[in-house]
């Protein structure tokens, strides 16, 4: 058993600091693993076989919102009518990006004037969250107002509470299933309360980036209720914009990503998204049909992952139960899917932890980039991604983190 002393704490951390390591941590990016299982997908458009089943040749203009085909693939995917789908292109937070662009220049249905006319847009950010979508908000300059994550999803006591009372929030962004970074699975009772609440802005969104969604580690998957059904029964149809994409399923760089939301809503984005595209790349839409035929081969597609993935994070988890079971302060989550996991160190302290990391030659995600303007007002939330490393890099990182830990604890106290 090592020892916790600081001096022995420190030999323990300049004997690694000799090692000249060089680990990262800091992205969930699918390892090459995960990437060659679908290697066979490059070989299934060629220059005899670009027409989809309706004769369409994908090498041209047209079809704006997405082959049929794809929009009926994606209307499975996301659980929703195929007609209400739009397919876009290799990436979904560009399809979330341009939703709150346009929300800024022209409004969406239901506003009284765009939303760069209010004298302030207000966003609600469920934190721990996403770094990307909070980057987004500061980008449009609005201004972010954090509301803590429980188990299953953001506190909606608070978060009813403030849309009831303020027009100026215009939105909350959600990652309902295997969250990033805490791996929660929002509950029924928390869909059903974002798709009814009262808001004060009568064009109130939800920004639902299911990117997990497909994601488990385990065989048996996590249910979620469906967000776009429970708006229409609670009245609130035009409520929800639904994001996903086959990034992490597919080529991280070359996947698919969709978006599904209210007739008004899709009518409203076509009007814009018509000025700016005359069709995504319809090539790459008919080669991830012909790859993954339906939902049935995406799943079976998506175990192959989770057999890749799931012993990395069981690694870290048995790594960080070793070494800080018996920390004060210290815990972390054991997530059934998604890309990441949540490492919380004492109050105060995970600034100096990612600091020491990075003087090991372990990256870690900054501190902070969990919370709008990447201020944690605690210090203490790290996100962990371990998808990228090998196994045995990822045992290592996890040990050097662990120590780093215990060692800012030392030096504290």
């Known amino acids: 058993m090592t020892s916790n002393t600081t001096s022995d ?9 000799a090692q000249n390591l060089n680990l990262d941590m800091t992205r969930g990016k699918p390892a090459p693993e995960q990437l060659d299982l679908a290697a066979d997908m490059l070989t299934l458009v060629d220059g005899d076989s670009y027409r989809d089943e309706f004769g369409t040749d994908c090498r041209n203009y047209g079809v704006v919102d997405g082959l049929p085909a794809a929009k009926t693939f994606f209307g499975a995917f996301l659980e929703a009518p195929a007609d209400q789908v739009f397919v876009g292109g290799n990436a979904s937070l560009t399809l979330m990006h341009n939703v709150i662009m346009r929300a800024m220049l022209f409004g969406v249905p239901a ?30 300059g609005m201004e972010m107002i954090p509301v803590p994550m429980n188990d299953d999803g953001p506190d909606m006591d608070r978060v009813a509470q403030l849309v009831a009372d303020d027009a100026t929030i215009k939105g909350i962004w959600c990652v309902p299933k295997y969250s990033n970074p805490t791996g929660a699975v929002y509950s029924d009772a928390v869909v059903d309360r974002l798709a009814s609440m009262k808001t004060a802005a009568p064009d109130f969104r939800i920004m639902w980036d299911n990117a997990y969604a497909h994601h488990p580690l385990y065989s048996e998957t996590d249910p979620l209720k469906n967000i776009l059904e429970a708006c229409e029964q609670a009245g609130n149809p035009d409520r929800v914009y639904h994001f996903g994409s086959t990034s992490k399923i597919s080529f991280a760089g070359s996947g698919v990503s969709a978006l599904a939301t209210s007739p008004t809503n899709f009518a409203d984005l076509m009007s814009h998204v018509k000025m700016e595209t005359i069709g995504h790349d319809k090539i790459n839409q008919l080669r991830h049909l012909r790859f993954f035929k339906d939902m049935d081969g995406l799943k079976r597609h998506m175990q192959k992952h989770a057999d890749i993935l799931r012993p990395k994070f069981e690694k870290v988890v048995e790594i960080l139960a070793r070494d800080l079971a018996d920390t004060p302060g210290v815990s972390w989550t054991t997530p059934r899917g998604g890309y990441f996991i949540t490492l919380e160190t004492a109050p105060g302290l995970a600034k100096r932890v990612v600091a020491l990391a990075d003087e090991l030659g372990v990256k870690l995600t900054p501190a902070g980039a969990t919370h709008p303007n990447g201020h944690d007002p605690d210090n203490r939330v790290i996100r962990l991604a371990p998808s990228m490393p090998s196994l045995a890099a990822i045992e290592q990182a996890t040990a050097v983190t662990a120590l780093c830990v215990k060692l800012a604890m030392a030096e504290r106290d």
């Open 9 to 17: 704490l420190q030999a323990q951390f300049e004997a690694l600091k």
């Open 111 to 140: 506003s009284p004037r765009p939303w760069c006319k209010e004298d302030v847009v207000r966003f609600l950010c469920p934190v721990p969250g996403y770094d990307r979508h909070f980057n987004i908000c500061r980008e449009m």
